[in-house]
């Protein structure tokens, strides 16, 4: 017994003279740990079972950098679920750390096919050799005293970005550091970031990944990383070498500089594919569990087994059940624990939210969420949206969840298009969305024109057709309604005039988002006008198609990406200072008016001919005098005489701002006296002072 209590005790990591073992997979019958040495050479140990379906051993004599996986054994039939074949090696759903990359190749499968009747077999290959390895991590980081920026929801900034294409181009950067965690905190990224304003970098998959075999046999990648691999260690080709540390080393240096990191991560689904898919990790371990999956019966009575599908990657995670519930929370702390990440954005969230395969806003996940001390203090972010049954949940999540709003960017797209009927949409979306979100969620909206799911800015004002044929799928991929313009000439131009309605295009759009309640959020690159020469899916595109092009910081002849990048810091400033623009979000203290300067309530703003409307922002709802903000827009082809306010006032006005102006940012006194004439498909702020 004194023996046994001894066991328990815990011990420090310098005291610690071992690594303990635990993998779930309830149904094997039995559970091998693989651990390889510098030579790669296996040794195999049996695991010890446990009533909770948990196999668990402790390896004296090892530790941190340690490479292993495990095999498990058990019933394999093609029409079961779970199937168990021991010459799989699978990585541990907890790695830290994934050392090397999945080799595609016959062996990564648990079955073979039969060449003369197509049947499945038990594949007899072993897949050591073509899998990458585990790896025991410490957890220590030198962290030298610095916190997280704390920054509110109400004063975010967000800034989406690829940790590769935002530095693999940039040459202010030493070349062994472009494309990496550590090239994002280099100085010269960091404060890029501060110079242009934002407040949180929003950071694609930075999970491990495997490209799925059809993009690795085209000669393509999934670019992106929506096809994870284990979901607690980072993916290691973004790093110099340890993409532990290194990834450490880069939210440190940003929060060093103020700057918060939130997190895309994908919880929907994983790389393994449907019911025949490779076994990689879940599936070898426990499939049934992790996974949703169908059973049908043929008219022969024959059972058929296959995965649901409710993400479009062929599989979907099995949140009725509680390990999986389980490895979701325990990824989630980890990130936030061992990285300090601030918050996450959730890829296809209503996948997360269903229980018995229906969305409930008070599923069990959320709960979690909820009550955990440590995530419920962390932003989350929802992709309001999934391809399985009423998939659209847009507004649906928690009160204290924000949620990617599509119904902003296509309003705001459409609006400054010039389409008709128009305005009421542009109106509510200004206002945080509140038609949509109701008033007790007012910032409940993440306001966006483009984000990494479709066109650059640029191409939206430059394409009015996806141009994705580099992807290989006959340009049948992406999304076929853009709400874009090319203005007359489809892509590359050197027309002036062409180019000169494009940079206005531009600058309305990102006004307007910085002029909007709810969080701004900026695709990285849309500030100074990069281009995917029309492509609208650049998922599978790890070139200079996808990667951000800085050569304009060093080209003088590039002028209109150094403008617009100008502007864009601008607006942020002015987002950030002006005290009108500072507001927790909603309809409060907020009105809109036509041109004739006429207040106009909810059914009156629906019935607004024409493509005019000027939202007026006061410094107190009850008095009226003590000064406001007019934003004036006009989407029509002609200029518009606008009327905002009394012309008996003793109030003064000065314009702000001005799309249309070679120089947009201005202080200039208003000599007429309540009425401003607005150029056609531009934006004007005007400021009232007492």
């Not at 599989?315 to 990130?335: E, H, Y």
């Not at 229906?358 to 309001?384: G, N, T, W």
């Not at 500030?527 to 910081?553: M, P, R, V």
């Not at 979000?585 to 036509?594: E, L, Q, T, V």
Request: with cysteine.
């Amino acid at each position: 017994m004194k023996q046994g209590v001894q066991s328990l005790l815990t011990a420090s990591a310098e005291q610690a003279d071992g690594v303990n073992f635990a993998v779930y997979a309830p149904q094997a019958q039995g559970v091998e740990l693989c651990l390889f040495n510098q030579k790669n050479q296996e040794t195999r140990l049996a695991m010890l079972p446990s009533a909770m379906g948990v196999w668990h051993l402790f390896v004296a004599s090892i530790g941190a950098g340690q490479c292993y996986g495990y095999r498990a054994d058990g019933q394999w039939h093609p029409d079961l679920s779970p199937r168990f074949n021991n010459r799989k090696f699978l990585l541990d759903p907890y790695s830290r750390e994934v050392r090397g990359e999945v080799s595609w190749h016959p062996a990564l499968f648990d079955y073979s096919i039969s060449k003369s009747t197509g049947a499945w077999k038990i594949s007899e290959i072993d897949s050591a050799g073509v899998m990458p390895r585990s790896v025991v991590r410490e957890r220590e980081f030198d962290w030298q005293k610095v916190s997280k920026p704390g920054t509110s929801r109400t004063d975010s900034i967000i800034y989406e970005l690829h940790v590769k294409g935002f530095s693999i181009q940039n040459k202010a950067i030493p070349e062994q550091l472009r494309g990496t965690y550590l090239g994002l905190s280099h100085p010269a990224s960091v404060a890029y970031l501060q110079q242009l304003g934002v407040t949180a970098v929003e950071l694609l998959p930075v999970t491990s990944r495997v490209s799925e075999e059809r993009l690795d046999n085209m000669g393509l990648s999934n670019y992106w990383g929506y096809n994870p691999l284990c979901l607690m260690a980072p993916e290691p080709s973004l790093a110099v070498d340890d993409p532990v540390t290194e990834m450490k080393t880069m939210i440190r240096e940003l929060h060093r500089a103020g700057i918060e990191v939130i997190m895309d991560v994908v919880f929907n689904h994983t790389c393994e594919s449907g019911h025949g898919g490779p076994s990689l990790s879940l599936r070898g371990l426990s499939e049934r569990d992790y996974y949703l999956v169908d059973e049908t019966v043929d008219g022969r009575g024959h059972k058929k087994i296959d995965s649901a599908n409710y993400t479009g990657c062929g599989n979907t995670m099995n949140f009725d059940c509680p390990q999986t519930l389980k490895l979701t929370m325990d990824a989630l702390r980890s990130w936030v624990e061992e990285y300090q990440i601030d918050g996450f954005r959730f890829d296809l969230a209503p996948t997360m939210a269903r229980q018995g395969r229906v969305f409930r806003s008070d599923s069990a996940f959320f709960q979690a969420i909820y009550q955990d001390p440590v995530l419920s203090q962390c932003k989350m972010i929802a992709e309001p949206w999934d391809i399985g049954p009423e998939g659209y949940r847009l507004a649906g999540f928690p009160r204290e969840w924000q949620e990617w709003n599509d119904r902003y960017r296509d309003g705001i797209r459409s609006f400054w298009r010039g389409d008709d009927h128009r305005v009421a949409d542009i109106g509510w979306r200004m206002v945080g969305s509140v038609d949509i979100f109701g008033n007790h969620r007012p910032i409940g909206s993440i306001n966006y024109i483009c984000s990494h799911d479709g066109f650059t800015l640029n191409d939206l004002v430059s394409y009015e057709h996806r141009h994705n044929l580099a992807n290989g799928e006959h340009n049948r991929d992406g999304d076929a309604h853009n709400y874009s313009c090319n203005y007359g000439v489809e892509g590359h131009t050197t027309h002036s005039p062409v180019l000169a309605r494009r940079q206005r295009a531009k600058r309305n759009m990102l006004a307007t988002l910085m002029l909007s309640r709810g969080t701004p959020m900026i695709m990285a690159g849309d500030e100074f006008g990069n281009t995917q020469d029309g492509n609208n899916n650049a998922y599978c595109q790890d070139s200079k198609l996808s990667w951000l092009d800085w050569s304009w910081q060093e080209d003088e002849s590039v002028w209109m990406a150094k403008d617009l990048q100008a502007f864009t810091a601008g607006l942020i400033a002015l987002r950030k200072k002006h005290p009108l623009l500072q507001s927790y979000g909603g309809r409060k203290s907020i009105c809109w008016m036509d041109r004739q300067g006429a207040l106009l309530n909810e059914h009156q703003l629906g019935q607004v001919q024409g493509g005019c409307l000027v939202l007026k922002i006061m410094a107190s709802e009850s008095d009226p005098n003590a000064g406001a903000l007019y934003i004036l827009m006009n989407n029509e082809k002609v200029n518009r005489r606008f009327i905002f306010a009394n012309r008996h006032s003793q109030n003064y006005w000065f314009t702000l701002m001005d799309t249309a102006g070679a120089k947009p940012f201005t202080q200039e006194v208003l000599l007429t006296r309540g009425w401003h004439l607005v150029e056609g498909h531009s934006l004007v702020i005007i400021e009232e002072r007492d």
